[in-house]
């Protein structure tokens, strides 16, 4: 067996889509990730659901349950979403480091 996928070499592949996450940096906002749901007393799967529920450009998202212990387990990001606050959405942005610049206006160089 070669180190190669039908078209791509493996390491370029492994390069693409492995290594990447396994950065140290990563790893770190996961687990201030992790820490963050947990204050709130939520688990990180609940927080990413909420989170893609919360983002504005997201128009379904589908849980995958195979039992009906895990569909009510991923249900309670809907009580996350009730304490989803902006200043609790700065602090997810703060540690992904995606908080969102402001749209300039050109003719006044101030936030539209």
């Known amino acids: ?12 592949i492994k390069g693409l889509f492995y290594d990447q996450h396994a950065k ?3 790893i770190q906002k996961l687990r201030e990730l992790t820490d963050l749901a947990q204050k709130e007393g939520f688990k990180l799967t609940h927080l990413a659901l909420a989170w893609a529920v ?8 589908l849980l ?23 200043e609790f959405e700065g ?3 703060k540690i992904l ?9 050109f003719l006044t160089w101030a936030p539209k």
């Open 64 to 86: 995958g349950a195979r039992t009906v212990a895990q569909l009510e387990d991923s249900l309670k990001a809907v009580e996350l979403l009730e304490k989803w606050t902006p």
């Open 97 to 105: 480091d995606t908080t969102p610049t402001p749209r300039t206006n």
């Open 24 to 26: 140290g940096s990563t």
């Open 91 to 93: 602090r997810v942005n």
């Open 1 to 12: 067996m070669t180190d190669t996928s039908f078209y791509f070499p493996a390491a370029l």
């Open 54 to 61: 919360k983002y504005r450009h997201t128009s379904t998202v």
